[in-house]
């Protein structure tokens, strides 16, 4: 499981012209779920996400979690972290997850992120969208649960 993961001040989600979710100070995370993913990722993943120390504390030092923020989390679906671009010109996307498994991975990670305390927005599964972000810093890292 791979997740892009940008510190914001807003970022929200629109199809077709219509806003479906969006949240203020928080973390948007593109989430790409990868064949073999489990249980186990999942678990890392949700308590990582809740638990990263990237908000910055009153020194100026990243120190605070998005617990500690009171921050919000918007969750976006996003297969093309799975591809694999080493060879050619064009992505492969043989790591990828099927999207029905996917998906299921997808919904579960929310649960457990809600779990932790974090209140979460999330895109369409699937869909088409347009998301719009204000990178706070800009602060964004990579994270992978292998």
């Given at each position: ?24 100070r928080g973390m948007l995370v ?117």
């Amino acid at each position: 499981m791979k997740a892009l993961i940008q510190r914001v001040s807003r970022a929200k989600v629109t199809i077709k012209a219509k806003e479906i979710s969006s949240i203020k100070r928080g973390m948007l995370v593109f989430l790409g779920v990868e064949r073999g993913d489990a249980e186990k990722d999942i678990h890392f993943m949700a308590k990582k996400l809740a638990n990263l120390r990237i908000f910055e504390d009153e020194a100026g030092k990243m120190n605070l979690s998005i617990k500690e923020i009171k921050g919000e989390m918007l969750v976006v679906s996003q297969f093309t972290l799975a591809a694999d671009l080493r060879r050619g010109n064009r992505p492969s996307f043989d790591a990828a997850e099927s999207p029905e498994r996917a998906e299921k991975i997808y919904e579960e990670l929310i649960r457990e992120v809600i779990k932790e305390g974090i209140p979460v927005k999330e895109g369409v599964f699937g869909a088409m969208m347009e998301i719009e972000l204000v990178n706070d810093g800009p602060v964004t890292f990579m994270l992978e649960s292998r």
